[in-house]
């Protein structure tokens, strides 16, 4: 099964609107990343957020990480009609594994 | 410009073929892996290799097979013996583990095996 789940599975908002996206995850992590993907198209790496950090913003992305609570989540502020892709966490575990795990995604809509 | 080149981007087969699906990187990454992605679904790691001529196994290896002869080729080849082989591919490569550095992926492969 999947280390990381996503939710909402979809979100629709106007443009201009902020998104909040978040990912749970089940066990102990070195980090967590978020990517985002186009129809058709492979993944972007948008941020990695280490398990000692609480906070970390790029651009209009804000990621959050809450290790009590084993969850992150992802803000998207002043939503553009460009924003609209699949957003994937992926769990980096705390193990020398080689692998990060993905989620199943949330789907953005933003209208124009 | 560096980056992960897969190809053909749509790739058609009969059942039973053995078909190999192209990853080349240019951005000279040592860790490189193969991703399944189904519809409305997230990634699910096939193979991966960290160093040129080691690979391992995933999450969903059988019927699958895969060789790192260069630093830049990862080759996968779906074998007849994949169940359900029709998907979207994905090949992705770090400069670390995945789980300590991000994945630049190609764009993607999609297989249809009727």
């Known amino acids: 099964s999947q280390q990381g789940e996503e939710d909402p599975q979809a979100l629709s908002i106007q443009e201009g609107e902020n998104a909040t996206m978040n990912c749970s995850y089940k066990?102990?992590?070195?980090?967590l990343q978020w990517y985002r993907q186009n129809s058709g198209r492979g993944l972007v790496h948008l941020i990695l957020i280490r398990s000692n950090e609480r906070e970390k913003h790029s651009g209009r992305l804000r990621v959050t990480l809450d290790t009590s609570k084993k969850s992150s989540s992802l803000l998207i502020t002043a939503s553009r009609a460009a924003d609209t892709a699949s957003y994937f966490c992926a769990t980096g575990p705390n193990t020398n594994a080689g692998k990060s795990t993905f989620g199943d995604g949330t789907t953005l809509t933003v209208k124009p | 410009d560096g980056g992960i080149t897969q190809s053909p981007k749509y790739l058609f087969r009969k059942e039973g073929q053995n078909v190999t699906l192209s990853c080349e990187q240019n951005?000279?990454?040592?860790?490189m892996y193969w991703y399944r992605q189904d519809p409305g679904q997230g990634l699910r790691l096939i193979y991966y290799s960290q160093i040129v001529n080691d690979f391992q196994k995933g999450d969903i290896a059988e019927g699958y097979s895969v060789s790192r002869e260069k630093k830049e080729s990862f080759p996968l080849t779906v074998t007849s013996a994949q169940k359900n082989p029709t998907a979207f591919y994905l090949c992705a490569s770090s400069w670390g583990s995945s789980y300590n550095s991000p994945l630049h992926f190609g764009n993607g492969t999609r297989l249809t095996v009727t």
């Open positions: 066990t102990s992590i070195n980090n």
């Open positions: 951005l000279n990454h040592d860790a």
